[in-house]
């Protein structure tokens, strides 16, 4: 049978209810959105499944120009939400038709997939280059970037609510890219980025490398090649070459360092110029 | 634990283990047009609709279902009349050995019912999650284009 | 057989829907995993951590303590009898070295123990308790390693027979050869060689293994296993428990897939013994993990193969040497090897120098075993691959090359005599062939003419085109047999008894198409009841792409001969009083039998007839076929891809087979074979890979991390069927099984080369792997 270590199934229909459960069993909690991670891993220490399913978390809400989206979402949801896809040129949806299959978007919910930290995830991957926030609640809301989420058990005893995509800046456009071995897998490398122009110059660069076999990180050294620079062809060919001599890319099962690093150039090279092209005034 | 939930339209309660999956429960209570092809969300075998989508049941633990809507293949054909997916697959020689069939025409289902008029890529993103290794899916993809049109025809007719 | 000469069919040539089709859609139990009885026990295996190592010590007193276990098999208390797990023709043409558990273990997967209990849970807790002491041994894992003088021996037990030479690790070795090939090759004006190397694949039926064992009534052993090959699976359980062949009882229901995979006793004789020992029903079903580590894989091989040709592309001398990588068994490693030249150098029998060697060799690595094609899809991709190297060398059309050296109607080549499957074969000429229609078709619809040697630019990616021919065999002659059992019910519907294993091909479906065809009837009149031991006559199984052929025969020949039995009844109710008819006058269509003057009588009447009224008989017949030729389908087979230089990746832009397999029976079920044969071929080509570990476990042993095709991958394939008419197969029939998984290496790799100019000789052609190749001829 699926997980013969569990001992119970609860399904708070509050926060607060959720929190309870947390502070009475402590660490034979285990939190669950969809619970794919859960069955596939079945870690020992999880006697009681906590399903968050029935908390209102499940919301695609714009805010101020930038969009909430609640920890319990599918990620189907997320992926048909008409308003989202006029966000950054459609980057999200974008990104999540590349992700899993429907079965599992049907199952995977937005706070589970940014906890389960997979390193291969598309998603945190685009987040982390958006800027994301996301809400923690220990019975007090805190909200903290994305990237100060890892790793997740540093926030053990804390739900994640929310996820925040904040309102686009002028001259800002995104792109998202990712490469596996058929259509239907995880990343054997992806990568995103969020490029800001100013007077015809970028004034901000987040560039982000994930299924390193890593988890999504930022490439500062290149991200530095391109501040300050007019995003021509031959800077972004720079910056491609920065981060593939930079990045952080190792073997694993499913591709090897030295594979990696080519598949890097490439990545930065295609998310740099799709984002040029959204860019008011188009591909240059 | 006790769980209480609708399949096929039919309202059940079952005794649950807390660890079981959807897909224990279900083959255990006698629904064996669940497939189980691997067990991890790969293959797609295991395809039933949970409160009207698609989903890996093998990854579903049991108690997730629990007040929903569970609906596998054998609550698929009404009163004994094929569902047009099913007519589909079979007119188009899409069923081989069968045994993907079932998750495949689920998932289908909710492509359809969600997007009655489907792109063809559409199509194969909606079943990309369903492997098949006898059809190569060059009918599959056909036979769902085809129930498509007849549902479409059905809704307007 | 001229076009006007050949018959119009009724039923034959129709689309019919599989006479399981509805079953099948709605998901009625009728896999071997949906029949729960009462008090099954859960069986599970212990598989050996070590790719080589002695089992010297093995304590199962703990796990058998705990409460819930029914019993715990090791080799302690199994029978030591030795067998080949392969399901073949007895004498099984494979090595007898294997045992149910031995003292010994050959591959990280191997079985050391079982464990039968109430639950999985339990079952699973016990393994644990299993203490077993191994004494590692040095292990081989490349064939060049097995091959080494002083490598270690993995069959060094005294007790095995048939291996080639064990001290070697050579479980088979083949060598043929017509004409001189030193002379051929000194004559020839241009020569060419090359090296290809295929992978370690897996089948991966969606279905895994599953066997459900039980005593019935009387005290019999049923198996009920989801087996390409139920007869073999009766012989061979019976002989390794040691058990009368009459008490066993062996059935086939619905198979999820097979592929090859299952033409092999893997499971039965353990859930069969712990039935035996414990008087309970018994189910073994197998994990996605273990169908990688611990069934049957594809046998990976290095082929060489050295072309000599006059200037205008005429061969002359063919060699072609194969290294077989069998793993830790030798099941089916002759066969596939003999395959490897046998179902690929017939095609071009204007050579007359010709040169079969090669040898199958031990691995302590997964056994490989029957995978589609048989060897002759791995020896496609070396012979498809020198024939383009030729003909670029040449500078002549590939297509035209091909037609230069392909057979042809009435010819023969003296591979079918010499070259069987692992013995001698069988002289045969060819009586149907549309290989040059085929090429014909081919080339227009993938648009060859427009599309070779332009390279297509669009940004970083390039476009070519590419072929190969391909041919294969429809059962294997004078060894395969089938029989098929007909009889009649007095509504007029017969019921049809055939050994014949459906393993989602649709052979139930196409053989009542026969049946029907030739009794006059729909197919719903046509009760199709297969493999089952007990009820339906011999048939050796599905595999060598014999069912169409040679069940199709036996079965053509039972209607024909029941078809007698009721026209002499019709004849005698037709007859004017007192008078005679001539029986060779009467017809059966529409369900009646029908005289020339127009008087009819119906089938259900000719039944009643024979049944309660008057020289009362069953009306049935049982028939046999054994063939005397296996009489080739041919492919040609093209595909239009795309290469990304920038990383590598090739997409099959359109994929196109034109096939003659003589009469399609069911055309769309045909299709569909040829179909999913190419997903599964372009999955070999370019993403399927089993990865090992240094110390010879498998890395991947998951869908998750083993690629093959989804619905967002399959390109667009076109496929036709070109017919022709074989005189000697039923209603004009050959196979068509098999052939399409032999198409897609070859011809992607010719496309590749066509495109980028390289020429990969190493599958799958990873992205990874095509980059290195661009960027080694073009540094920097």
Not at chain 1, 255 to 281: F, I, Q, T
Not at chain 3, 261 to 290: C, H, M, N, W, Y
């Amino acid at each position: 049978m699926g997980l013969p270590g569990v001992k119970e199934f609860v399904r708070p229909e509050t926060l607060d209810q959720a929190l309870e459960l947390l502070r009475q069993h402590g660490e034979r909690a285990w939190l669950i959105g969809g619970g794919i991670d859960l069955v596939l891993f079945v870690p020992e220490d999880a006697q009681v499944v906590v399903d968050l399913g029935r908390l209102p978390l499940c919301y695609v809400q714009e805010k101020a120009g930038g969009f909430v989206i609640g920890a319990t979402t599918p990620l189907r949801e997320v992926l048909e939400d008409r308003s989202l896809e006029g966000y950054m040129a459609g980057v999200v949806p974008q990104m999540l038709h590349q992700v899993a299959s429907p079965l599992l978007r049907n199952l995977a919910t937005m706070g589970g997939t940014l906890v389960s930290a997979n390193p291969w995830s598309d998603v945190i991957t685009l987040f982390l280059a958006l800027g994301a926030q996301v809400v923690l609640s220990d019975g007090k809301a805190q909200m903290i970037p994305l990237e100060k989420l890892y790793p997740a058990r540093a926030h053990r005893g804390t739900i994640l609510t929310e996820v925040h995509l904040p309102a686009p800046a002028a001259g800002s456009a995104a792109g998202f890219w990712k490469f596996g071995r058929t259509a239907f897998d995880v990343a054997l490398l992806n990568a995103a980025c969020l490029v800001r122009m100013a007077g015809g110059r970028c004034v901000e660069a987040r560039l982000v490398l994930g299924g390193r076999p890593g988890l999504g990180t930022r490439v500062p050294l290149a991200e530095k090649a391109l501040v300050g620079s007019d995003l021509g062809d031959a800077t972004i060919d720079r910056a491609a070459e920065v981060a593939r001599e930079s990045a952080d890319v190792r073997d694993d099962r499913r591709a090897s360092g030295d594979w990696r690093r080519e598949l890097v150039r490439v990545g930065v090279k295609k998310v740099l110029h799709e984002a040029r092209g959204r860019l008011p005034g188009g591909e240059r | 634990m006790r769980i209480t939930l609708a399949v096929n339209g039919t309202r059940c309660t079952f005794d649950a283990h807390p660890g079981e999956t959807l897909l224990e429960l279900l083959r255990r209570e006698g629904y064996v047009g669940v497939k189980k092809g691997c067990g991890a969300g790969d293959c797609g075998a295991c395809t039933v609709l949970l409160d009207g989508r698609a989903v890996n049941s093998c990854l579903v633990l049991a108690g997730k279902a629990d007040g929903s809507d569970v609906l596998t293949i054998e609550g698929l054909s009404q009163g004994g009349a094929l569902h047009p997916l099913q007519e589909a697959f079979l007119d188009e020689g899409a069923v081989q050995c069968g045994y993907c069939t079932p998750g495949m025409i689920l998932a289908a289902l909710d492509l359809l019912t969600h997007h009655p008029d489907p792109s063809e890529e559409e199509v194969r993103e909606g079943i990309s999650g369903n492997l098949c290794r006898c059809t190569g899916y060059t009918k599959e993809l056909r036979a769902i284009q085809v129930a498509a049109a007849k549902m479409r025809e059905a809704r307007h007719g | 057989m001229a076009e006007e000469k050949r018959p119009v069919f009724v039923v034959v040539g129709k689309n019919e829907r599989k006479v399981d089709g509805v079953a099948l859609v709605t998901g009625r139990p009728k896999f071997a995993g949906d029949l729960d009885l009462p008090g099954t026990l859960c069986v599970k295996i212990l598989h050996s951590p070590h790719a080589h190592a002695r089992i010297t010590d093995i304590d199962t007193a703990e796990a058998e303590a705990l409460p819930g276990v029914a019993c715990v098999l090791t080799h302690k208390n199994t029978p030591a009898t030795r067998y080949t797990t392969a399901g073949q023709g007895y004498p099984e043409p494979s090595p007898y070295d294997a045992r149910m558990f031995d003292t010994k273990v050959r591959f990280v997967g191997d079985r050391v123990a079982a464990v039968a209990a109430e639950s999985e849970e339990i079952a699973l807790q016990a393994m644990k308790r299993i203490r077993v002491r191994y004494e590692e041994l040095p292990r081989v894992l490349s064939v060049d390693a097995a091959l080494e003088p002083g490598a270690p021996v993995i069959h060094d037990e005294k007790d095995s027979s048939g291996i080639y030479d064990a001290a070697k690790n050579t479980a088979a070795d083949v060598d043929i050869d017509v004409g001189d090939m030193a002379q051929g090759f000194a004559e020839s004006d241009v020569i060419v060689e090359t090296v290809c190397e295929t992978q370690y694949a897996q089948h991966t039926p969606i279905e895994p293994h599953v066997v459900q064992t039980s005593l019935d009534e009387d005290g019999r052993l049923v198996i009920r296993s989801s087996t390409q090959v139920p007869f073999h699976a009766r012989r061979i359980v019976a002989r390794v428990l040691g058990v009368p062949l009459h008490q066993i009882r062996v059935i086939k229901p619905r198979i999820g897939g097979g592929f090859g995979v299952k033409q092999e006793v893997l499971l039965e004789d353990l859930a069969a013994l712990v039935t035996l020992r414990t008087g309970r029903p018994a189910r073994i079903v197998f994990s996605r993990q273990e169908e990688f580590i611990a069934s049957r894989t594809r046998h990976p091989m290095r082929i060489r193969v050295k072309l000599g040709a006059r200037t205008d592309g005429l061969l002359h001398a063919v060699e072609m040497e194969v290294l077989s990588n069998t793993g830790a068994y030798g099941a089916h490693g002759l066969t596939v090897l003999s395959n490897v030249g046998s179902k690929t150098l017939p095609i071009y029998n204007k050579a007359k120098n010709v040169r079969f060697f090669g040898k199958a060799v031990y691995t302590n690595l997964p056994v490989a075993g029957a995978y589609r094609g048989y060897g002759a899809t791995q020896g496609c991709f070396a012979l498809e691959t020198a024939m383009d190297e030729l003909a670029c060398g040449l500078d002549i059309d590939p297509v035209a090359l091909r037609r230069r050296n392909a057979i042809r109607v009435n010819e023969s080549s003296p591979i079918f005599q010499k070259l069987g499957e692992g013995r001698e074969g069988v002289e045969q000429t060819v009586k149907s062939c549309g290989l040059e229609r085929c090429m014909e078709v081919g080339a227009q619809r993938i648009g060859w003419e427009s599309k070779r040697g332009k390279r297509s630019r669009d940004g970083s990616r390039v476009r070519g085109v590419g072929m190969s021919i391909h041919m294969q065999g429809s059962g294997i002659p004078q060894i395969d047999m089938a029989a098929a059992t007909l009889k009649m019910n007095e509504d007029g519907s017969f019921n049809l008894l055939i050994g014949a294993t459906d393993l989602g091909t649709g052979s139930d479906t196409i053989l009542a198409q026969i049946a029907a065809e030739v009794l006059g009837v729909p197919v719903s009149k046509m009760i199709v009841t297969s493999s089952d031991t007990d009820v339906t006559p011999f048939d050796t199984g599905a595999y060598a792409s014999s069912t169409t052929y040679v069940s199709g025969k036996a079965v053509e020949r039972a209607a024909l001969a029941v078809r007698g039995q009721i026209v002499h009844v019709a004849a005698a109710m037709l007859a004017a009083d007192g008078g005679t008819l001539d029986e060779d006058r009467l017809v059966l269509k529409n369900e009646r039998v029908v005289a020339p003057n127009g008087r009819a009588v119906t089938l259900a009447e000719v039944c009643q007839r024979a049944m309660y009224q008057t020289g009362q008989f069953q009306i049935g017949a049982t028939a046999s076929f054994v063939p005397d030729e296996s009489p080739p389908p041919f492919m040609a087979s093209f595909a239009e891809v795309e290469v990304d230089t920038e990383t590598g990746l090739v997409q099959v832009v359109k994929y196109v087979a034109a096939v003659d397999c003589g009469v399609a029976i069911n055309p769309k079920m045909a299709e569909g074979q040829v179909e999913g044969a190419i997903a599964n071929g372009i999955g070999f080509a370019l993403t399927e890979e089993m990865l090992f570990s240094s110390k010879g476990r498998v890395r991947n042993p998951t869908l998750f991390d083993y690629k093959i095709l989804g619905a967002r991958d399959v390109p667009p394939i076109e496929v036709i069927l070109v017919p022709s008419y074989e005189p000697t197969g039923p209603v004009g029939a050959k196979s068509i099984a098999e052939i399409g998984i032999n198409g897609p290496i070859p011809t992607i790799a010719n496309a590749i080369y066509d495109a980028v100019g390289i020429r990969l000789t190493k599958t799958p052609f990873t992205p990874e792997r095509v980059q290195a190749a661009l960027r080694a001829r073009h540094p920097g």
